[in-house]
């Protein structure tokens, strides 16, 4: 289904949209929606609208255009009308002949486009790659103070090898600069120094790929991307009537004129205010902490200027899962996905089950830095009775380098796991180490794995489920995201934009 959101500026609705399908919604009390649906809906319609607990959808002929339909969401107050909206799309939903046909597509092109566009950015090294032995790791290995220039030479040339034969990442990046100068510029620059730090190694090579973008991919501290903060101010709570913004301040209300000599709308998000009020919020997005704002203000004639400091707090959570209920709602907080909190997890996935079919449920992702989707994937299948599909397209680069990488991710975290429970970590290991071993013979080389399309279908979902996400969502924190997004019905995200790895 393709919205087209239309805010009313006036109690009227625009010429420009008369001809087309509408849903008009809003709270009978409404600025102009109130009036628009007043004047369109019958009086008996209104009177039993006005009776406590109550919303109502209506339909009728266009008044404008004799093919094309109206319907009316309306309720006392916002949940009311939350409701209404949702009864509306429902019923239009169950009416459809085929329910999936009236959904955004999962690809914008046709499969066929996007393989041949992936297919120019999946690198397959050429050359031999290095035996199993050298590509293993030591988990007790320790950081040295500093090296010489040759030994950080050879340590280049290794993350080089391990660039273009086990980073999915290559292809891609290598269209935006060139990997070859980069490391023949850092080891002309290792030749002017006869012994490195590691710190300044890795501010070496980070400065010599910064054409690499990949939160996954990390260099010591340095993590090869950025990301746009959320920097916002709590101390205003603006409203919005006719376009106009404004705010109340010693009883005195005030309007918006200007925020850093731009419109307003620049600078304003829509949010919640301790009451569940609908207010805006002065806000930015930007890489780091950004200079105050200056907001001009306006009573009547005279104007006024504020200094507005923007703050970005960090969400810390020392729980790994909790449960409660909060005004009768229950809310699950699930801080990591990773698999040595199985314990955890285990109950997140019970708790699945226990909160089906409750008509609202908080999932507070805020701080969750991922793990395995395999846990947010059987969470929303237990609670919805449906396996949903990561909106991506997938597609895996198989070779001795990457197989090995995975059996080192495993054996750094056996290093760090009770070993009374280190049975399903040593399988893992010994899996990937076979398929390495496979390589030794002459008929396997690296590959790509064929390419995986998402689904298209809607999984039907009654609850209200709303997720509160944070900048401190990454991974598979954000394969929950991908999961709900365009696929389970009845689903609200809050918060800030996530991680983005």
């Known amino acids: 289904m393709r919205l087209e959101w239309v805010t009313l500026e006036a109690a009227e609705v625009p010429e420009s949209v008369r001809d087309k399908n509408l849903i008009i919604v809003g709270r009978l ?45 309306a309720g006392l107050d916002l949940l009311l009308t939350k409701k209404a909206a949702e009864r509306t799309i429902t019923s239009i939903l169950d009416a459809a002949q085929d329910r999936a046909e009236w959904y955004v597509p999962a690809l914008s ?29 030591d988990v007790d290995a320790k950081s040295a103070r500093r090296v010489s ?38 080891l002309e620059r290792l030749e002017k120094e006869p012994r490195w730090s590691p710190d300044d190694l890795t501010q070496l090579v980070h400065e010599h790929l910064s054409f690499v973008h990949d939160c996954h991919l990390r260099l010591g501290d340095r993590s090869f991307c950025r990301h746009l903060d959320f920097w ?58 950004p200079e105050p704002l200056v907001l001009i203000a306006q009573d009547g004639d005279e104007q006024s200027q504020l200094e507005i400091q923007l703050s970005g707090l960090a969400f810390h959570s020392g729980d790994r899962f909790g449960e409660e209920r909060i005004g ?27 909160y089906k079919g409750e ?16 846990w947010p994937k059987g969470w929303i299948a237990r609670f919805t009775g449906s396996s949903p599909s990561l909106k991506h397209i997938l597609t895996e680069l198989v070779s001795r380098t990457t197989m090995v990488g995975r059996a080192n991710y495993f054996a750094e975290m056996l290093d760090d ?22 390589f ?53 995200v809050v918060g800030e934009n996530s991680g983005g790895r």
């Open 29 to 73: 009390d409404s600025e102009y929606a109130g009036d628009v649906i007043a004047e369109l809906m019958p009086r008996e319609q209104v009177d039993y609208l006005r009776q406590d607990g109550r919303y109502s959808v209506f339909k009728e002929d266009s008044p404008w255009n004799d093919s094309r339909i109206v319907y009316i969401s």
């Open 109 to 137: 092109v046709s499969r066929e486009e996007a393989a041949a566009h992936i297919a120019q950015i999946q690198h397959v090294p050429d050359d031999d790659e290095l035996p199993t032995e050298r590509l293993g790791i």
């Open 149 to 186: 220039a040759e030994e950080a030479a050879a340590d280049v040339e290794h993350l080089f090898y391990l660039l273009s034969h086990g980073w999915c990442g290559y292809g891609y990046c290598a269209t935006k600069g060139d990997f070859d100068a980069a490391r023949e510029n850092i």
């Open 232 to 289: 916002y101010d709590t101390s205003l709570e603006l409203g919005k009537r006719g376009g106009e913004y404004h705010f109340i301040s010693d009883n005195v209300q005030y309007q918006v004129v200007s925020i850093n000599g731009q419109p307003p709308a620049d600078f304003t998000f829509p949010s919640l205010n301790a009451q569940g009020d609908a207010i805006y919020r002065v806000a930015v997005l930007s890489y780091s902490a």
């Open 328 to 354: 009768g709602i229950p809310v699950l907080r699930v801080r990591s996905f990773d698999d040595r909190y199985s314990d955890e997890l285990e109950r997140f996935l019970q708790a699945a089950v226990k």
């Open 359 to 374: 008509p609202y449920l908080i999932l507070d992702i805020r701080g969750n830095p991922g793990g395995n989707t395999r």
């Open 417 to 438: 796991h009770p070993k009374q429970d280190a049975h399903w970590l040593l399988a893992e290991i010994n899996g990937y180490q076979g398929q390495a071993d496979a």
């Open 440 to 492: 030794d013979r002459p008929t396997v080389a690296p590959h790509w794995t064929p390419l995986q399309f998402p689904g298209t279908r809607m999984i039907p979902n009654e609850t209200t489920l709303i997720i509160i996400a944070d900048r401190g969502v990454y991974s598979a924190g954000e394969g929950l995201l991908s999961f709900v997004f365009r696929q389970v019905e009845n689903v609200v």
